[in-house]
């Protein structure tokens, strides 16, 4: 029977944009060192694979007026906040997401090692190339790299950064008190790396991580961003509407890992899905309604206007969608919402409403009915598990650790105890070989 | 009577090359997290102001057969254990190094917000232009920037990272959730910055760190070094090899803060400080005659090598010293090692051998000879405190926390409980005014 694997998406905590208002809600779940800490030792008794924390670069590009109803202002560093959970968790994986676009690979390479030794062996780096074009201003550039160059940039930062890493045998550090030999420079080496967008010389003054790699993790679902899923990725993060969508994107990125030569079964493939719970489904459906009804009509169309990756409040609210030109910015969004608009045959602000809150796919109802629908996703080649999306902290999280995850437990779908140590042994995949060193 | 300030200089660990390999040192105190919390939780209990992380972006540039030894070659980012540390603890100061030359000043704010945060108030910077050219190589450059063009860069980058943190008001969060909103968009703002070498608009998205602006340290000592400390520092850590050097540098930089119009006693100067201790002084002096027969001559050579910025295996090492021609690296390091070889007219081998171990300020001796020393530094106006760097790890460091520190209780001189909770109130450091809002 197919086990599953269950990450939980946490930033900006809940995908949600009026989870901090829900009554019992924690308004500061987000950004309160404590109120986290309490989440993540609730997700690691829920014997979750890991914690998974995506990232911006700048402000949210919306209008203010909707940006200051936003939890998202104010967040923290992924790579700050971690190591920092690190040091408080003792097996749950830890997932941070990090722009290759605006980062430096040493820099990157250099953190997740970090990451990866302090914490065991725990680490995953979500390997993004920023949607935001905003992000370019805070970064001295005038415009945001075009998506193929981005992409191009990415495929080689992840060849330098693998391979900074590998440039340390696992055997280098010798400590020979007795001869003095600290290390074996036989057993390390440069990477001098000249390609066309990076130069890097090495080696990384870090030795190699745990896990050989931290866990890679990709969540583009662009042609480009399948393709170097396909390539490089050991963890997907997408986000199908349906499970026939889900069906398809599984389909085609497992194939376009075997067509590149690698086992399909190391790349595994975990749809965000927002859930809902109640005792009855009429209970879990009215705490969405409530939940989306805190979502104020600024919000709503500005999040659409993200999605689209141009301004909506033009358009007429109770029209269908007009037709949208493609940007430089993220092809998914845009794609995944006017196809939801079409799907559903939503207006403009019936479209905008569902956004403002959570668009994707959502599992509303009862553990019974929540385990049904997530065993007929892995059952029927949709997914590997799930990225879960909490509608509000710490209530949404803590019924799911405490009514799905043993209702999980007790179908025989997921793990009473970590067998491992290591977020690769959570989830299953091999340790990667060195390509330098026996 | 005035207090000291005590922080702990724990990179690598120690600064001293021998220090792995002294009978029942940690070889691995470096590189090994449940060992660094142990220390880190011993400073606290030693009542500590701060444990102060420096850095390196590179391995060090010393010849394969002195690197071997050297127990640089591996360990944490400060910006990735930091956080881990503060974790753990609840009220030491944590102070990272990161360089102004190789990151991006919205990174660099926005992690140390996110350190303050986490912590509690408890972050500090140590801001570097970073002296080893092979840092470079790591970072897609051909060569190292200029050491003026450096701090050039780095005066502006202290004003963008301040100025990003100014860009919130404390006030900003409102969470209300009655209305729906998060924060006050009136008490935010961009920064807008275009300046010769850096353009950022902003705003961060994190609020402003619960300091105001974690604490601002220093360590350049040329003239370049020593004036931006004066306009920018809170905290210096400098390296003077007599207290005749340290009332001069002490003098010097109060006297040039106050010039730039600050208050002189708002700009803390902490030596590095060497300590081995013993029962009696000869015993202490066998320690570390013991710790110093651990550098090989190869370490040694390099070590003088590093300082002066030149290969020095060429010369005759039993000849004084020739003259050094002065290089684009750090200038403090060849200046020191220069004034050392005159002042007790070393050798090359002997000048080798003492910075091979530790070159700088050293006190060698029983807590009363050590505790005395240090009153004639901060009585002589040589220093606000130290940055104590310790033999070797956990004994060193163990017996600094259980016998030099409760001497400078008796003597008060030194905190027997924290006061305040912030590594500024620690420090005795005001809060920064916001230069945007009130």
Same mark, same amino acid.
């Given at each position: 029977?197919?086990?599953?694997?269950?990450?939980a998406?946490?930033?900006?905590v809940s995908i949600?944009?009026? =989870?901090?208002?829900?009554?019992?809600?924690?308004p500061?779940? *987000?950004f309160?060192?404590?109120?986290l800490?309490?989440?993540?030792?609730?997700?690691?008794?829920?014997?979750?694979?890991?914690?998974f924390?995506?990232?911006?670069?700048a402000?949210?590009n919306?209008?203010?007026?909707a940006?200051?109803?936003?939890h998202?202002v104010?967040?923290?560093d992924p790579?700050?906040l971690?190591p920092?959970? =690190?040091a408080v968790?003792?097996?749950?994986?830890?997932?941070?997401?990090?722009s290759?676009?605006?980062?430096?690979?040493?820099?990157?390479?250099?953190?997740? =090692?970090?990451?990866?030794?302090i914490?065991g062996?725990?680490?995953?780096? *979500?390997?993004?190339?920023?949607? *935001?074009?905003d992000?370019?201003?805070?970064?001295g550039?005038?415009a945001h790299?075009a998506?193929?160059e981005?992409?191009?940039?990415?495929?080689e930062?992840?060849?330098?950064v693998?391979?900074?890493?590998?440039g340390?045998a696992d055997?280098?550090l010798?400590?020979?008190?007795?001869?003095?030999?600290?290390?074996?420079?036989?057993?390390?080496?440069?990477?001098?790396h000249e390609?066309?967008?990076?130069?890097?010389?090495?080696?990384?003054?870090i030795?190699?991580?745990?896990?050989?790699?931290?866990? #890679?993790?990709?969540?583009?679902?662009s042609?480009a961003?399948?393709q170097i899923?396909a390539?490089?990725?050991?963890?997907?993060?997408?986000?199908?509407?349906?499970?026939?969508?889900?069906?398809?994107?599984?389909?085609?990125?497992?194939?376009?890992? %075997?067509?590149?030569?690698?086992?399909?079964d190391?790349i595994? #493939?975990?749809?965000?899905?927002?859930?809902?719970?109640?005792?009855?489904?009429?209970?879990a %459906?009215?705490?969405?309604?409530?939940?989306?009804?805190?979502?104020h009509?600024d919000?709503?169309?500005?999040?659409?206007?993200?999605?689209?990756g141009?301004?909506?409040?033009?358009?007429?609210p109770?029209?269908?969608?007009p037709?949208?030109?493609?940007?430089?910015?993220?092809?998914?969004?845009?794609?995944?919402?006017?196809?939801?608009?079409?799907?559903?045959?939503?207006t403009?602000?019936?479209?905008?409403?569902?956004?403002?809150?959570y668009?994707?796919?959502?599992?509303?109802g009862?553990?019974?009915?929540?385990?049904?629908?997530?065993?007929?996703?892995?059952?029927g080649a949709?997914s590997?598990?799930?990225?879960?999306?909490?509608?509000?902290?710490?209530?949404?999280?803590d019924?799911?650790?405490?009514q799905?995850v043993?209702?999980?437990?007790?179908?025989?779908?997921?793990r009473?105890?970590?067998e491992g140590?290591?977020?690769?042994e959570?989830?299953?995949l091999p340790r990667?070989?060195?390509?330098f060193?026996?």
């Amino acid at each position: 029977m197919k086990q599953l694997h269950l990450g939980a998406f946490m930033r900006p905590v809940s995908i949600h944009t009026g =989870a901090w208002r829900y009554p019992g809600a924690w308004p500061d779940a *987000n950004f309160d060192f404590p109120k986290l800490k309490r989440l993540i030792q609730t997700l690691e008794r829920g014997k979750f694979d890991a914690f998974f924390m995506a990232d911006h670069l700048a402000f949210l590009n919306m209008p203010v007026d909707a940006l200051k109803r936003s939890h998202t202002v104010t967040s923290f560093d992924p790579l700050t906040l971690l190591p920092a959970l =690190a040091a408080v968790t003792e097996r749950i994986g830890l997932i941070a997401t990090a722009s290759t676009t605006y980062n430096e690979p040493y820099h990157v390479a250099r953190k997740f =090692a970090s990451l990866d030794h302090i914490s065991g062996g725990r680490a995953g780096w *979500n390997l993004v190339t920023t949607a *935001n074009p905003d992000a370019a201003l805070n970064f001295g550039q005038d415009a945001h790299m075009a998506h193929g160059e981005r992409y191009k940039r990415a495929r080689e930062f992840f060849d330098v950064v693998t391979g900074l890493w590998d440039g340390w045998a696992d055997d280098a550090l010798v400590r020979d008190v007795e001869s003095g030999i600290f290390f074996d420079p036989d057993r390390v080496r440069a990477l001098d790396h000249e390609g066309p967008e990076l130069k890097v010389r090495g080696p990384l003054n870090i030795a190699r991580p745990v896990q050989g790699w931290p866990v #890679i993790v990709q969540a583009g679902s662009s042609e480009a961003g399948r393709q170097i899923a396909a390539e490089t990725a050991e963890a997907v993060f997408c986000a199908p509407g349906t499970l026939e969508d889900g069906q398809r994107f599984y389909a085609d990125v497992k194939a376009r890992a %075997k067509a590149y030569g690698r086992d399909p079964d190391h790349i595994k #493939i975990l749809p965000g899905c927002f859930v809902v719970i109640g005792e009855t489904v009429d209970e879990a %459906k009215a705490k969405r309604a409530h939940l989306d009804s805190l979502v104020h009509y600024d919000s709503a169309i500005a999040s659409l206007s993200i999605a689209l990756g141009v301004d909506a409040r033009a358009f007429d609210p109770d029209a269908p969608l007009p037709p949208i030109p493609e940007t430089e910015q993220s092809k998914s969004g845009r794609e995944r919402a006017m196809r939801l608009a079409e799907r559903e045959g939503l207006t403009v602000r019936q479209l905008a409403q569902r956004l403002g809150g959570y668009g994707g796919l959502s599992m509303v109802g009862t553990p019974t009915t929540i385990a049904d629908a997530m065993e007929a996703w892995i059952d029927g080649a949709g997914s590997d598990g799930f990225n879960i999306m909490f509608p509000w902290l710490p209530g949404g999280l803590d019924d799911f650790v405490d009514q799905v995850v043993p209702e999980l437990q007790r179908r025989g779908r997921f793990r009473r105890e970590y067998e491992g140590t290591t977020l690769r042994e959570h989830l299953g995949l091999p340790r990667p070989p060195n390509r330098f060193f026996d």
